[in-house]
């Protein structure tokens, strides 16, 4: 059974549901599962769990993320990307690069943002998109995110002036919309902003040059083990061959003197359990493998002497 992570580059036009399907078909089997949605039109990293490390996806959501993207300055849209309809243009010839990076800097730290109307988000039962797409208004409460850095690079004006395009760099808390820090953007210098282009770079430690496309991995299926998934992901910690052992029955050992979830690993490099102190003990939060279970899923006959 491979177990394991798949980083993935979106290709536009897909959603991440397709993503999961794909790698589905790759990989023969159905439990397959994402850290994290990409809009269709965005590209880019799309972290995938194949078997027991879909079990990682959870601590992988809560994440940081960063993103390149591409803002225009004077209009608005209904979705606040390039997909929706213009709800208002306004000419932004006279916003200076200074009123630019100065707005941006506004958006920077902890901040409260109202999600876009056209996001994934629950309400009353329903996804807040279907609502807007069946014609209705939709209010979103803000919520706080923190936006670690928003660098501005290339400002561009296009269309003899009259909008301007900003080529920005943003690393920000699980959670943050892109799309509203577009239209927030605008909407602090008086012009109105949509996002027209959209790549996320990175996921926690999973980079985009640790990507491959699905045309490639159709070529040449490979995934990042379990173990070394863990690895970057969490504070590790190395067990004795007696503490893997009462780890892989589910009992506690002594505690590892960390605050943090940290990933155990037996003296053979596999990934035992996930652990969180709990006093003077480490208690495991997930058990990944038996004693003496590979991290491919086949069992390995333990012996002693």
Known sequence: MLSGLVIVDKPQGWTSHDVVGRVRRLAGTRKVGH???????????????????????????????????????????????A???????????????????????????????????????????QRSYARVRA??????????????????????????????????????????????????????????????????????????????TLDQLADDFSILPLADAARALLPSRELTEAEAVELSFGRRIAASGRDAVTAAFSPSGNLVALLKDVGPAAKPELVFAASGDDQSGNRQEVTGE
């Open 35 to 81: 850290a994290g949605t990409l809009d269709p039109m965005a590209t880019g990293v799309l972290v995938v769990g194949i078997n027991r490390a879909t079990r990682l996806l959870s601590y992988i959501v809560g994440t940081s993320k960063t993103y390149t993207a591409t803002i225009r300055l004077g209009q608005s849209t209904v979705t606040d990307d």
């Open 83 to 125: 997909e929706g309809e213009v709800l208002a243009e306004m000419i932004a010839a006279a916003v200076t690069e200074d009123q630019i990076r100065a707005a941006a800097e506004r958006l920077t730290g902890e901040i409260l943002q109202v999600p876009s109307s056209v996001s994934a988000i629950k309400v009353g039962g």
């Open 135 to 212: 014609g209705e208004s939709v209010e979103l409460e803000s919520r706080p995110v923190t936006v670690y850095s928003f660098e501005v690079h290339e400002i561009r004006r296009e269309r003899g002036g009259r909008v301007q395009d900003v080529d920005v760099t943003v690393r920000c808390s699980s959670g943050t919309y892109i799309r509203a820090l577009a239209r927030d953007l605008g909407a602090d210098l008086g012009v109105g902003g949509h996002l027209t282009a959209l790549r996320r770079t990175q996921v926690g430690p999973y980079d985009i040059a640790d990507a491959r």
